[in-house]
Protein backbone atom coordinates (compact mmCIF):
# COMPACT_ATOMS: atom_id res chain seq x y z
CA UNK A 1 0.00 0.00 0.00
CA UNK A 2 2.97 2.49 1.02
CA UNK A 3 4.67 1.41 -1.94
CA UNK A 4 1.79 2.42 -4.33
CA UNK A 5 0.93 5.61 -2.63
CA UNK A 6 5.24 6.55 -2.56
CA UNK A 7 5.56 5.30 -6.52
CA UNK A 8 1.74 8.00 -7.44
CA UNK A 9 3.68 10.38 -5.48
CA UNK A 10 6.95 10.15 -7.37
CA UNK A 11 4.42 10.00 -10.48
CA UNK A 12 2.83 13.18 -9.01
CA UNK A 13 5.95 14.99 -8.79
CA UNK A 14 7.72 13.92 -12.13
CA UNK A 15 4.23 14.81 -13.94
CA UNK A 16 4.85 18.69 -11.98
CA UNK A 17 8.53 18.60 -13.01
CA UNK A 18 7.43 17.89 -17.01
CA UNK A 19 4.53 20.75 -16.53
CA UNK A 20 7.13 23.06 -15.39
CA UNK A 21 9.83 22.15 -18.12
CA UNK A 22 6.94 22.15 -20.70
CA UNK A 23 4.85 25.32 -19.90
CA UNK A 24 7.04 27.84 -20.95
CA UNK A 25 7.23 26.62 -24.64
CA UNK A 26 3.54 25.16 -24.48
CA UNK A 27 2.62 28.38 -24.08
CA UNK A 28 4.69 29.62 -27.09
CA UNK A 29 3.05 26.75 -29.05
CA UNK A 30 -0.71 27.57 -27.75
CA UNK A 31 -0.15 31.00 -28.79
CA UNK A 32 0.88 30.11 -32.66
CA UNK A 33 -1.56 28.06 -32.83
CA UNK A 34 -4.26 30.62 -31.80
CA UNK A 35 -2.80 33.04 -34.50
CA UNK A 36 -3.68 30.79 -37.24
CA UNK A 37 -6.79 29.85 -36.39
CA UNK A 38 -7.18 33.63 -36.11
CA UNK A 39 -6.24 34.78 -39.53
CA UNK A 40 -7.62 31.41 -40.63
CA UNK A 41 -11.25 32.33 -39.41
CA UNK A 42 -10.95 35.78 -40.56
CA UNK A 43 -9.88 34.29 -44.31
CA UNK A 44 -12.67 32.46 -44.46
CA UNK A 45 -14.94 35.42 -42.91
CA UNK A 46 -13.59 37.64 -46.04
CA UNK A 47 -14.85 34.95 -48.17
CA UNK A 48 -18.21 34.91 -47.00
CA UNK A 49 -18.38 38.56 -47.19
CA UNK A 50 -17.28 38.22 -50.85
CA UNK A 51 -19.66 35.58 -51.96
CA UNK A 52 -22.83 37.79 -50.65
CA UNK A 53 -21.73 40.61 -52.36
CA UNK A 54 -21.81 38.44 -55.22
CA UNK A 55 -24.60 37.60 -54.44
CA UNK A 56 -26.30 40.69 -53.97
CA UNK A 57 -24.64 41.94 -57.34
CA UNK A 58 -26.05 38.88 -59.14
CA UNK A 59 -29.38 39.52 -57.59
CA UNK A 60 -29.35 42.82 -59.05
CA UNK A 61 -29.05 42.01 -62.56
CA UNK A 62 -25.35 43.00 -62.76
CA UNK A 63 -23.37 40.27 -65.14
CA UNK A 64 -20.34 38.83 -62.86
CA UNK A 65 -18.85 35.75 -63.54
CA UNK A 66 -18.09 33.05 -61.11
CA UNK A 67 -15.78 29.94 -60.69
CA UNK A 68 -17.09 26.33 -60.65
CA UNK A 69 -15.63 26.11 -57.70
CA UNK A 70 -16.64 28.82 -55.64
CA UNK A 71 -19.34 28.91 -53.08
CA UNK A 72 -22.81 26.74 -53.19
CA UNK A 73 -24.59 29.66 -52.52
CA UNK A 74 -22.64 32.00 -55.13
CA UNK A 75 -23.04 29.24 -57.77
CA UNK A 76 -26.77 29.06 -56.69
CA UNK A 77 -26.93 33.02 -57.21
CA UNK A 78 -25.14 32.43 -60.82
CA UNK A 79 -27.69 30.09 -61.60
CA UNK A 80 -30.52 31.87 -60.77
CA UNK A 81 -28.83 34.71 -62.87
CA UNK A 82 -28.39 32.62 -66.08
CA UNK A 83 -32.11 31.11 -65.48
CA UNK A 84 -33.63 34.25 -65.46
CA UNK A 85 -32.11 34.95 -68.75
CA UNK A 86 -32.92 31.73 -70.38
CA UNK A 87 -29.12 30.82 -71.01
CA UNK A 88 -29.81 27.11 -70.42
CA UNK A 89 -27.24 25.23 -71.38
CA UNK A 90 -24.72 27.66 -69.17
CA UNK A 91 -26.97 27.34 -66.33
CA UNK A 92 -26.80 23.40 -66.76
CA UNK A 93 -23.39 23.22 -66.10
CA UNK A 94 -23.33 25.40 -63.43
CA UNK A 95 -25.76 22.95 -61.88
CA UNK A 96 -23.18 20.02 -62.10
CA UNK A 97 -21.00 21.90 -60.87
CA UNK A 98 -23.23 23.02 -57.80
CA UNK A 99 -24.05 18.68 -57.42
CA UNK A 100 -20.38 17.94 -55.98
CA UNK A 101 -21.52 19.77 -52.79
CA UNK A 102 -22.85 18.00 -50.04
CA UNK A 103 -26.17 20.31 -49.19
CA UNK A 104 -29.12 18.57 -50.42
CA UNK A 105 -31.23 21.69 -50.15
CA UNK A 106 -29.05 23.73 -52.18
CA UNK A 107 -28.46 21.39 -54.77
CA UNK A 108 -32.73 20.53 -55.06
CA UNK A 109 -32.83 24.80 -55.74
CA UNK A 110 -30.27 24.67 -58.34
CA UNK A 111 -31.90 21.91 -60.31
CA UNK A 112 -35.72 23.99 -59.54
CA UNK A 113 -34.23 26.95 -61.27
CA UNK A 114 -33.22 25.33 -64.27
CA UNK A 115 -36.73 23.44 -64.34
CA UNK A 116 -38.01 26.60 -64.05
CA UNK A 117 -36.28 27.69 -66.93
CA UNK A 118 -37.12 24.91 -69.49
CA UNK A 119 -40.45 25.76 -68.35
CA UNK A 120 -40.64 28.91 -69.06
CA UNK A 121 -39.41 28.18 -72.08
CA UNK A 122 -41.66 25.70 -73.04
CA UNK A 123 -44.21 27.99 -72.24
CA UNK A 124 -42.90 30.88 -74.86
CA UNK A 125 -42.91 28.05 -77.29
CA UNK A 126 -46.55 27.12 -76.50
CA UNK A 127 -47.57 31.34 -76.83
CA UNK A 128 -46.07 30.99 -80.42
CA UNK A 129 -48.08 28.16 -80.86
CA UNK A 130 -44.87 25.35 -81.81
CA UNK A 131 -46.07 22.83 -79.54
CA UNK A 132 -43.63 20.40 -81.12
CA UNK A 133 -40.98 22.30 -79.91
CA UNK A 134 -42.47 23.05 -76.22
CA UNK A 135 -42.67 19.19 -75.88
CA UNK A 136 -39.12 18.47 -74.74
CA UNK A 137 -38.98 21.32 -73.07
CA UNK A 138 -41.72 20.19 -70.52
CA UNK A 139 -39.97 16.91 -70.35
CA UNK A 140 -36.75 17.86 -69.46
CA UNK A 141 -38.30 20.36 -67.14
CA UNK A 142 -40.06 17.80 -65.44
CA UNK A 143 -37.08 15.53 -65.39
CA UNK A 144 -35.17 18.36 -63.44
CA UNK A 145 -38.21 18.64 -61.16
CA UNK A 146 -38.14 14.94 -60.14
CA UNK A 147 -34.47 15.67 -59.75
CA UNK A 148 -35.41 18.53 -57.12
CA UNK A 149 -37.92 16.69 -55.17
CA UNK A 150 -35.24 14.02 -55.17
CA UNK A 151 -33.26 15.44 -53.20
CA UNK A 152 -35.29 17.08 -50.82
CA UNK A 153 -38.86 15.34 -50.84
CA UNK A 154 -40.47 18.14 -48.96
CA UNK A 155 -39.49 20.82 -51.49
CA UNK A 156 -43.45 22.44 -52.08
CA UNK A 157 -42.48 25.34 -54.94
CA UNK A 158 -40.92 21.97 -56.77
CA UNK A 159 -44.39 20.11 -56.55
CA UNK A 160 -46.34 22.65 -57.63
CA UNK A 161 -44.48 23.32 -60.57
CA UNK A 162 -44.11 19.48 -61.59
CA UNK A 163 -47.97 19.82 -61.45
CA UNK A 164 -48.09 22.56 -63.67
CA UNK A 165 -45.55 21.10 -66.26
CA UNK A 166 -46.74 17.14 -66.14
CA UNK A 167 -50.45 19.30 -67.01
CA UNK A 168 -48.96 20.36 -70.45
CA UNK A 169 -47.82 17.19 -71.19
CA UNK A 170 -48.93 13.71 -69.41
CA UNK A 171 -47.21 10.95 -68.83
CA UNK A 172 -48.89 7.61 -68.51
CA UNK A 173 -47.69 5.44 -66.46
CA UNK A 174 -48.36 1.46 -66.67
CA UNK A 175 -51.16 1.71 -64.34
CA UNK A 176 -52.90 4.02 -66.28
CA UNK A 177 -52.83 2.46 -69.40
CA UNK A 178 -54.61 -0.31 -68.28
CA UNK A 179 -56.27 1.14 -65.38
CA UNK A 180 -60.75 1.07 -66.03
CA UNK A 181 -60.38 4.89 -66.32
CA UNK A 182 -62.78 4.97 -69.75
CA UNK A 183 -65.58 4.72 -69.80
CA UNK A 184 -67.54 1.18 -71.05
CA UNK A 185 -69.68 2.64 -73.66
CA UNK A 186 -72.17 1.19 -75.70
CA UNK A 187 -70.84 2.00 -79.28
CA UNK A 188 -74.51 2.94 -80.52
CA UNK A 189 -74.81 5.53 -77.86
CA UNK A 190 -71.70 7.51 -78.95
CA UNK A 191 -72.33 10.34 -81.01
CA UNK A 192 -70.83 9.48 -84.62
CA UNK A 193 -71.50 13.15 -85.16
CA UNK A 194 -70.87 16.52 -83.31
CA UNK A 195 -74.62 17.50 -82.85
CA UNK A 196 -75.42 21.13 -84.21
CA UNK A 197 -72.84 20.97 -86.87
CA UNK A 198 -74.63 23.56 -89.53
CA UNK A 199 -75.82 21.07 -92.25
CA UNK A 200 -75.84 22.49 -95.74
CA UNK A 201 -73.60 24.72 -97.08
CA UNK A 202 -72.88 28.27 -95.42
CA UNK B 1 -41.16 3.36 -36.95
CA UNK B 2 -44.66 4.06 -35.76
CA UNK B 3 -46.47 3.45 -32.99
CA UNK B 4 -49.79 3.74 -34.57
CA UNK B 5 -49.36 1.88 -37.63
CA UNK B 6 -53.00 1.23 -39.25
CA UNK B 7 -52.15 -2.26 -40.08
CA UNK B 8 -53.41 -2.95 -44.08
CA UNK B 9 -53.19 -6.75 -43.47
CA UNK B 10 -52.92 -7.02 -46.95
CA UNK B 11 -52.18 -10.36 -47.04
CA UNK B 12 -51.51 -14.06 -45.81
CA UNK B 13 -49.89 -15.81 -48.63
CA UNK B 14 -48.97 -19.49 -47.45
CA UNK B 15 -47.24 -21.11 -49.23
CA UNK B 16 -47.87 -24.80 -51.58
CA UNK B 17 -46.15 -26.67 -49.28
CA UNK B 18 -48.29 -25.69 -46.42
CA UNK B 19 -45.58 -24.02 -44.58
CA UNK B 20 -46.29 -20.84 -42.41
CA UNK B 21 -44.37 -18.19 -44.73
CA UNK B 22 -46.38 -15.21 -44.82
CA UNK B 23 -46.04 -11.59 -45.23
CA UNK B 24 -47.49 -8.44 -44.78
CA UNK B 25 -47.88 -4.63 -45.31
CA UNK B 26 -48.12 -2.26 -43.03
CA UNK B 27 -48.58 1.51 -43.91
CA UNK B 28 -48.75 4.46 -41.67
CA UNK B 29 -51.25 5.94 -43.90
CA UNK B 30 -52.74 4.98 -47.29
CA UNK B 31 -53.83 7.79 -48.56
CA UNK B 32 -52.99 11.60 -49.18
CA UNK B 33 -49.78 11.66 -50.79
CA UNK B 34 -48.73 14.75 -53.05
CA UNK B 35 -46.53 14.33 -55.95
CA UNK B 36 -42.81 13.77 -54.20
CA UNK B 37 -44.25 12.84 -51.08
CA UNK B 38 -42.78 9.57 -49.12
CA UNK B 39 -44.69 6.54 -48.54
CA UNK B 40 -43.38 4.66 -45.68
CA UNK B 41 -44.47 0.94 -45.93
CA UNK B 42 -43.37 -1.86 -43.54
CA UNK B 43 -43.01 -5.56 -44.90
CA UNK B 44 -43.52 -8.40 -41.96
CA UNK B 45 -42.52 -11.63 -43.51
CA UNK B 46 -42.24 -14.97 -40.79
CA UNK B 47 -41.28 -17.62 -41.51
CA UNK B 48 -39.41 -21.28 -39.62
CA UNK B 49 -36.98 -20.51 -37.70
CA UNK B 50 -34.04 -22.73 -39.83
CA UNK B 51 -35.37 -20.52 -42.79
CA UNK B 52 -33.19 -18.05 -44.46
CA UNK B 53 -33.54 -15.33 -47.17
CA UNK B 54 -31.80 -14.55 -49.68
CA UNK B 55 -30.99 -10.86 -49.82
CA UNK B 56 -30.10 -10.62 -53.37
CA UNK B 57 -34.22 -11.46 -53.52
CA UNK B 58 -34.66 -8.07 -51.88
CA UNK B 59 -36.13 -4.80 -54.58
CA UNK B 60 -33.59 -2.41 -55.31
CA UNK B 61 -33.47 0.95 -55.02
CA UNK B 62 -34.25 2.76 -58.50
CA UNK B 63 -37.33 4.25 -60.16
CA UNK B 64 -40.05 1.07 -60.04
CA UNK B 65 -42.37 2.52 -63.14
CA UNK B 66 -42.84 5.29 -64.42
CA UNK B 67 -44.13 7.66 -61.44
CA UNK B 68 -42.46 5.50 -58.38
CA UNK B 69 -39.39 5.45 -57.17
CA UNK B 70 -38.09 3.34 -54.30
CA UNK B 71 -35.85 4.86 -52.25
CA UNK B 72 -34.54 3.17 -49.27
CA UNK B 73 -34.46 -0.73 -48.41
CA UNK B 74 -33.91 -1.48 -44.60
CA UNK B 75 -33.61 -5.14 -43.85
CA UNK B 76 -33.94 -6.22 -39.66
CA UNK B 77 -33.97 -9.73 -38.37
CA UNK B 78 -35.04 -11.20 -35.48
CA UNK B 79 -36.87 -14.75 -33.93
CA UNK B 80 -39.78 -14.99 -31.90
CA UNK B 81 -41.25 -17.48 -30.66
CA UNK B 82 -39.55 -20.12 -32.67
CA UNK B 83 -40.37 -18.37 -36.14
CA UNK B 84 -37.92 -16.26 -38.15
CA UNK B 85 -39.34 -12.64 -38.18
CA UNK B 86 -37.84 -10.26 -41.02
CA UNK B 87 -39.04 -6.77 -41.12
CA UNK B 88 -38.47 -4.79 -44.21
CA UNK B 89 -38.63 -0.94 -43.83
CA UNK B 90 -39.03 0.12 -47.53
CA UNK B 91 -39.31 3.94 -48.88
CA UNK B 92 -41.06 4.74 -51.93
CA UNK B 93 -41.22 8.22 -53.23
CA UNK B 94 -44.56 9.45 -55.64
CA UNK B 95 -44.05 11.18 -59.13
CA UNK B 96 -47.36 10.91 -59.86
CA UNK B 97 -49.14 13.54 -60.85
CA UNK B 98 -53.10 13.65 -60.00
CA UNK B 99 -55.87 15.55 -61.48
CA UNK B 100 -58.20 13.77 -58.57
CA UNK B 101 -57.46 12.02 -55.71
CA UNK B 102 -56.84 8.46 -56.75
CA UNK B 103 -55.12 5.13 -56.20
CA UNK B 104 -52.02 4.08 -57.47
CA UNK B 105 -50.65 0.60 -57.27
CA UNK B 106 -47.23 0.18 -55.63
CA UNK B 107 -46.23 -3.72 -57.33
CA UNK B 108 -45.85 -6.61 -56.11
CA UNK B 109 -41.96 -8.53 -55.58
CA UNK B 110 -40.83 -11.87 -54.54
CA UNK B 111 -38.63 -12.71 -51.54
CA UNK B 112 -36.96 -16.30 -51.85
CA UNK B 113 -36.13 -17.76 -48.99
CA UNK B 114 -34.94 -21.46 -48.65
CA UNK B 115 -36.81 -23.77 -45.96
CA UNK B 116 -35.70 -26.93 -44.92
CA UNK B 117 -38.35 -28.91 -47.97
CA UNK B 118 -36.11 -26.43 -50.44
CA UNK B 119 -36.50 -22.95 -52.04
CA UNK B 120 -40.04 -21.23 -51.79
CA UNK B 121 -40.90 -17.55 -52.71
CA UNK B 122 -43.30 -14.86 -51.04
CA UNK B 123 -44.69 -12.87 -52.83
CA UNK B 124 -45.48 -9.59 -51.04
CA UNK B 125 -48.79 -8.18 -53.26
CA UNK B 126 -49.60 -5.13 -54.78
CA UNK B 127 -50.97 -2.76 -52.68
CA UNK B 128 -52.69 0.65 -53.37
CA UNK B 129 -52.16 3.93 -51.68
CA UNK B 130 -54.19 7.26 -52.68
CA UNK B 131 -52.76 10.27 -54.02
CA UNK B 132 -54.14 13.68 -53.66
CA UNK B 133 -53.97 16.58 -56.59
CA UNK B 134 -52.53 19.72 -55.19
CA UNK B 135 -54.06 22.45 -57.88
CA UNK B 136 -57.33 22.66 -58.94
CA UNK B 137 -58.19 21.10 -62.36
CA UNK B 138 -59.17 24.07 -64.03
CA UNK B 139 -57.30 26.83 -62.32
CA UNK B 140 -57.82 30.60 -62.46
CA UNK B 141 -56.93 32.34 -65.69
CA UNK B 142 -53.86 33.89 -65.52
CA UNK B 143 -52.54 36.79 -67.61
CA UNK B 144 -49.40 35.26 -68.39
CA UNK B 145 -48.85 31.49 -68.82
CA UNK B 146 -45.64 31.55 -66.24
CA UNK B 147 -48.00 33.16 -63.79
CA UNK B 148 -48.98 29.49 -63.31
CA UNK B 149 -45.61 28.73 -61.66
CA UNK B 150 -44.04 29.05 -58.26
CA UNK B 151 -41.37 31.79 -58.98
CA UNK B 152 -37.77 31.18 -58.46
CA UNK B 153 -37.83 32.43 -54.88
CA UNK B 154 -35.00 34.58 -54.03
CA UNK B 155 -31.69 33.53 -53.09
CA UNK B 156 -29.76 32.30 -49.88
CA UNK B 157 -26.82 33.86 -48.26
CA UNK B 158 -23.84 32.81 -47.02
CA UNK B 159 -23.87 32.73 -43.01
CA UNK B 160 -21.34 35.73 -42.01
CA UNK B 161 -22.37 35.16 -38.41
CA UNK B 162 -20.29 32.68 -38.08
CA UNK B 163 -17.05 33.13 -39.14
CA UNK B 164 -17.48 36.11 -37.78
CA UNK B 165 -17.70 35.01 -34.22
CA UNK B 166 -14.84 32.55 -34.37
CA UNK B 167 -12.54 34.88 -36.14
CA UNK B 168 -13.37 37.36 -33.26
CA UNK B 169 -13.20 34.35 -30.41
CA UNK B 170 -10.10 32.83 -32.00
CA UNK B 171 -8.38 36.49 -31.75
CA UNK B 172 -9.35 37.24 -28.33
CA UNK B 173 -7.96 33.60 -27.02
CA UNK B 174 -4.73 34.73 -29.36
CA UNK B 175 -4.46 37.94 -27.11
CA UNK B 176 -4.82 36.31 -24.11
CA UNK B 177 -2.30 33.75 -24.80
CA UNK B 178 0.27 36.22 -26.08
CA UNK B 179 -0.28 37.99 -22.92
CA UNK B 180 0.14 34.87 -21.16
CA UNK B 181 3.39 33.94 -23.31
CA UNK B 182 4.95 38.49 -22.20
CA UNK B 183 4.12 37.67 -18.44
CA UNK B 184 5.83 33.73 -18.53
CA UNK B 185 8.87 35.63 -20.36
CA UNK B 186 8.82 38.85 -18.45
CA UNK B 187 8.47 41.15 -22.12
CA UNK B 188 7.23 44.47 -21.59
CA UNK B 189 5.09 45.31 -19.89
CA UNK B 190 5.88 42.93 -17.18
CA UNK B 191 9.67 43.22 -17.18
CA UNK B 192 9.38 44.68 -13.66
CA UNK B 193 8.29 41.15 -12.48
CA UNK B 194 9.48 40.40 -8.82
CA UNK B 195 9.55 36.48 -10.01
CA UNK B 196 11.26 37.37 -13.31
CA UNK B 197 14.39 39.32 -12.11
CA UNK B 198 16.75 37.23 -13.98
CA UNK B 199 14.08 37.50 -16.70
CA UNK B 200 14.58 41.07 -16.88
CA UNK B 201 18.05 40.92 -16.63
CA UNK B 202 18.52 38.72 -19.72
CA UNK B 203 16.30 41.75 -21.48
CA UNK B 204 18.37 44.24 -20.44
CA UNK B 205 21.60 42.12 -21.31
CA UNK B 206 20.71 41.77 -25.00
CA UNK B 207 19.73 44.83 -25.69
CA UNK B 208 23.07 46.28 -23.92
CA UNK B 209 26.38 44.36 -25.30
CA UNK B 210 28.97 44.30 -22.22
CA UNK B 211 32.16 46.02 -24.25
CA UNK B 212 34.78 47.07 -21.76
CA UNK B 213 36.17 45.44 -18.10
CA UNK B 214 34.28 48.41 -16.73
CA UNK B 215 30.95 47.27 -18.03
CA UNK B 216 31.78 43.67 -17.44
CA UNK B 217 32.14 44.27 -13.52
CA UNK B 218 28.91 46.28 -13.77
CA UNK B 219 27.20 43.28 -15.56
CA UNK B 220 28.53 40.89 -12.91
CA UNK B 221 27.57 42.66 -9.86
CA UNK B 222 23.81 43.06 -11.78
CA UNK B 223 23.25 39.35 -11.62
CA UNK B 224 24.94 39.43 -8.05
CA UNK B 225 21.95 42.30 -6.79
CA UNK B 226 19.56 40.02 -8.90
CA UNK B 227 20.84 36.34 -7.10
CA UNK B 228 20.41 38.49 -4.12
CA UNK B 229 16.77 39.63 -4.98
CA UNK B 230 16.33 35.96 -5.43
CA UNK B 231 17.59 34.92 -2.25
CA UNK B 232 15.91 37.89 -0.15
CA UNK B 233 18.81 38.21 1.72
CA UNK B 234 23.04 38.49 0.44
CA UNK B 235 23.87 35.42 -1.56
CA UNK B 236 27.68 34.72 -1.06
CA UNK B 237 29.20 31.22 -2.26
CA UNK B 238 29.05 29.64 1.03
CA UNK B 239 25.13 29.98 0.66
CA UNK B 240 24.93 28.52 -2.29
CA UNK B 241 24.04 24.97 -1.18
CA UNK B 242 21.17 26.46 1.12
CA UNK B 243 20.01 28.28 -1.70
CA UNK B 244 19.70 25.49 -4.11
CA UNK B 245 17.77 23.48 -1.56
CA UNK B 246 15.52 26.01 -1.46
CA UNK B 247 14.86 26.71 -5.23
CA UNK B 248 14.82 23.25 -6.80
CA UNK B 249 14.35 24.72 -10.18
CA UNK B 250 17.78 26.19 -10.11
CA UNK B 251 19.88 22.37 -9.01
CA UNK B 252 20.91 22.04 -12.76
CA UNK B 253 22.83 25.03 -12.54
CA UNK B 254 25.15 24.08 -9.58
CA UNK B 255 27.82 23.92 -11.69
CA UNK B 256 27.37 27.35 -12.86
CA UNK B 257 26.50 29.10 -9.89
CA UNK B 258 29.66 28.05 -8.88
CA UNK B 259 32.01 28.58 -12.04
CA UNK B 260 30.39 32.11 -11.50
CA UNK B 261 30.95 32.78 -7.97
CA UNK B 262 34.73 32.05 -8.18
CA UNK B 263 35.01 33.65 -10.97
CA UNK B 264 32.94 36.95 -9.86
CA UNK B 265 35.80 36.17 -6.94
CA UNK B 266 38.92 35.89 -8.75
CA UNK B 267 37.98 39.21 -10.54
CA UNK B 268 36.93 41.60 -7.92
CA UNK B 269 38.96 40.28 -4.62
CA UNK B 270 41.88 38.20 -6.96
CA UNK B 271 43.38 41.17 -8.69
CA UNK B 272 42.85 39.82 -11.97
CA UNK B 273 42.04 42.21 -14.92
CA UNK B 274 41.48 39.69 -17.19
CA UNK B 275 39.20 36.98 -16.73
CA UNK B 276 40.18 34.76 -19.04
CA UNK B 277 37.88 31.97 -18.02
CA UNK B 278 34.80 33.86 -17.60
CA UNK B 279 33.59 36.14 -20.60
CA UNK B 280 30.81 38.58 -21.21
CA UNK B 281 29.26 35.85 -23.72
CA UNK B 282 29.28 33.47 -20.80
CA UNK B 283 27.83 35.83 -18.39
CA UNK B 284 24.71 36.06 -20.85
CA UNK B 285 24.51 32.31 -21.35
CA UNK B 286 24.47 31.97 -17.41
CA UNK B 287 22.06 34.44 -17.03
CA UNK B 288 19.86 33.60 -19.71
CA UNK B 289 20.23 29.73 -18.48
CA UNK B 290 18.69 31.33 -15.13
CA UNK B 291 15.85 33.15 -16.76
CA UNK B 292 15.06 29.76 -18.12
CA UNK B 293 15.49 27.85 -15.00
CA UNK B 294 13.03 30.85 -13.43
CA UNK B 295 10.67 30.44 -15.78
CA UNK B 296 10.08 26.50 -15.12
CA UNK B 297 9.87 27.14 -11.30
Known sequence: ????????????????????????????????????????????????????????????????????????????????????????????????????????????????????????????????????????????????????????????????????????VRDFP??????????????????????????GLP | MRIACLVLALVATLSAAAQELTARIRSARPFGYFVGDLIHARVDVSAPQNAALSRASLP?????????????????????NGARLWRLDLTYQNFYVALDARDIEIPSFDLAISTAAGAETVKVPAWRVGVSPLREVAPQKQEEATDYMRPDGSAPFVDEATPRRLAIGAGVAALLAFALVARDRAWPPFQRRRARVFSALANEFSTRRAGDDSELDAAIQSVHRALDTTNGATLLAADLPDFLRRRPEFGPLRMDFERFFSASKRRFFGGEQLGDDFHAEQLAQFVSALARRERSG
Open chain 2, 60 to 80: KPGPLIGSLDLRDVKLSESVE
Open chain 1, 1 to 168: MTFFMTRAAALHARATALWREARSSLLVVLCLALVVATAMSFVDWRGAIDANDAIEALEQGRDIGVDASARPETLLARIAFLAKRGEIDRARAMVEALNRDESFDLRARGHYLLANALLRKAFDHIQRSELDAANPFVNLAKREYRRALQLAPQYWDAKFNLDVAARL
Open chain 1, 174 to 199: DFERKGGDELSVDPKKLWTDIPGKPK
